[in-house]
């Protein structure tokens, strides 16, 4: 499931604060590693600059420079103190050419080849990720201090260097920045939060207005902060909104003239004739034969009435179409004030199917109920029943040489609830499906065109959907997605 715009913000703005601060920490990192290492080098430097300083001395005295090294007193003191010098040096060492040492911290690795270990004048060179890496390596960091005899190389000066206390020192550092960051970042995401809210209340806003305008309601304008950019936005909506409901109005309007003028015509032909009818019957019956000829007794037979009346039942029939038309309008048009409580969807399926199946029954049709896990929702159970029972019984009109009627509900996204009533009848033209909804459209002869309006009218009042699919010669089917609670 994708996530919202809000989430994706607030998430977005977290992400780069907590960016920020890693890219910090790690340059605070990276400065606390090169400044060990220099701390480092510097111990190391002093130690072997003041060997390096005896040990001059000491082959200058003449005799033999290793036995000079190795037996000199203060060259053996300067080593054997290194352990006090600083817990930083692990070992200090006069070697030879070869990596021998002639003199040692450790006497009993004299005369032994000492493993060179990272040159850490060389490590301070490097970029950083090199000088992290041999912070937290095995092998010990030295400082090398070249010892030469005259013009020619002699040895070396080799100081060994512990990284463990520079890994101890970053973290302790590492730790109070992780517990910073996190803070930061918590602290970003309700600032992120709150931001977003802002920023996208306007879309709330805008999001609101386009579903009341789904719901039929009137929408005059929407409130949007004062904003230039945001300022052509509620114009332009109110114009809509304005456009919309004059569309609206019109196409109502224009079915209600559309089904009122057509009874009107009818009584008016009807009327005429009647007129007419009653002026011949008039005309007819002015001078009797009897009178005329001078004939006493003859009796002129009753006239026919049975014209006016066969014209008076259409205008009787047409009136009470016309009564159906305004009421169907009025129905249409007027706010419902909706007695939203809890409904239990499989009771209400049950019941329209129990109105429904005697007629069905005897059409060759057969009704069945499918509901799974829908359990209970928020609505009007009178309009909600009046709404199934509109569509289930326009499925069964729909299957004049019997059929298959099934209505089912499950629980769908959002926390709403899908109702479907399906038929295997005539189906629907699918140029024509963008009409069915309108109110007084229909496509049967003896339809009104007032059922499926209700429906639509109904389920805009309990803010939900309606969805319509339809095959010609094989059914339909419409689905209602209504808010569950």
Known sequence: MRASLRVRQTAAVTLLIALAMIMLSLQHVANLARVG????????????????????????????????????????SILESTAAYSRNVTYAAVVDNEGRAIAHSFPAAEGQRIEPGENLAAVLDRDTLTQIRAIYADRALEVVLPLELGDAPFGAIRVGLSPILIRDGLAKAVQPMLWTTALISCAAILVGMILAGLILRPIHVINSGLMKLQRGEKVGSIELPADEELEGVGESFRAISEKLAARSLGRLMAGVTHEVRNPLNAMTIHLELVREHLHRLQRSSRAPVGAVLGLEGREEPPPDMSGAREHIDVIASEIKRLDEVITGFVRFIRPEELQLQPVNVQSVISEVIALVEPDARRSGIVC???????GEMRADPALLRQALLNLALNGCQAMPNGGKLTMGAKTAKDRRVAITIEDTGVGIAADKLDSIFDLYYTTKPEGSGIGLSIVYRIVQLHGGEIEVQSTEGRGTTFRLLLPQM
Not at 39 to 50: K, M, V
Request: proline share 2%; net charge negative; charged share 30%.
């Open 368 to 374: 069945r109920a499918e509901v799974s896990s829908a």
């Open 37 to 76: 290492l220099e701390d480092s080098h510097g111990i190391g430097d002093l130690l072997g600059r003041t060997i390096y300083q005896r040990a001059r001395d000491a082959i200058a005295a003449g005799g033999d420079p290793e036995s000079a090294l190795r037996t000199d007193a203060g060259i053996r």
